[in-house]
């Protein structure tokens, strides 16, 4: 499910952070050359979002040890259908998290300008574990649904299945960045996406929240 969360996700990763992904890739005259530099980026991106989940799970386990891991299952699979409208753009609501992070991008935002060009490995890799602290509501929302997996182990291996989600569109978008920004803009690819993320929501809720028992 996350794999699929990332994929499916993926119509909103290409707007947010598709822009640098292109970046690191025209970095080279030859665009074969930037493609180690953009798997550098991810690998650094995904890994960010792997810390961010075990930081997260660990908050989670403490939480469900208190009792309250209905609670949080339940808040997982309202931001799920939150992230799926937010993905479809029927309601934007997740922007306010956005907004939230942007407290700790204001820090991180020097950092990774610093590091452009990312013209050399070190460069991209560290450009890409600081890029995967953008504020983004997608990226908020897997964190939560991860953070009621019950151990700090199973959220990192969740963000990063999800990590791993968004990974194909974000190669070619740092080949094909037009091509492929304008196929996961069309209506139809973001409405299908978000209905089906809208379902994996529905899905994580318990029995409890469904029912009002």
């Known amino acids: 499910m996350a794999i699929l969360i990332g994929l499916l996700g993926a119509t909103h990763c290409v707007g947010m952070c598709g822009g640098i992904a292109a970046s690191v890739s025209m970095s080279q005259d030859d665009s074969r050359r930037g493609i180690p530099l953009v798997i550098a980026y991810n690998i650094g991106r995904i ?9 997260i799970g660990l908050l989670g386990y403490q939480l469900s040890s208190g009792g309250v891991g209905i609670l949080l299952r339940t808040l997982a699979g309202v931001l799920l259908i939150l992230m799926g409208l937010y993905v479809a753009q029927w309601w934007q609501i997740l922007t306010r998290l956005e907004r939230a992070g942007g407290v700790l991008w204001r820090y991180l935002r020097p950092l990774a300008s610093r590091l452009l060009p990312a013209d050399t490995l070190p460069k991209a890799l560290l450009l890409g574990g600081l890029w995967g602290w953008l504020p983004c509501g997608l990226v908020y929302s897997t964190l939560i649904w991860s953070s009621a997996a019950g151990h700090w182990y199973d959220s990192a291996l969740l963000m990063i299945g999800f990590g791993l989600g968004t990974l194909p569109a974000m190669l070619t978008t740092g080949v094909l960045a037009q091509q492929v920004r304008a196929l996961m803009q069309r209506k139809g690819v973001r409405r299908g996406a978000g209905m089906l993320i809208i379902l994996f929501g529905v899905y994580t809720l318990p029995l ?4 009002g028992h």
């Open 208 to 211: 409890s929240a469904l029912t």
């Open 47 to 55: 890994s960010s979002y792997a810390v961010a989940g075990a930081l």
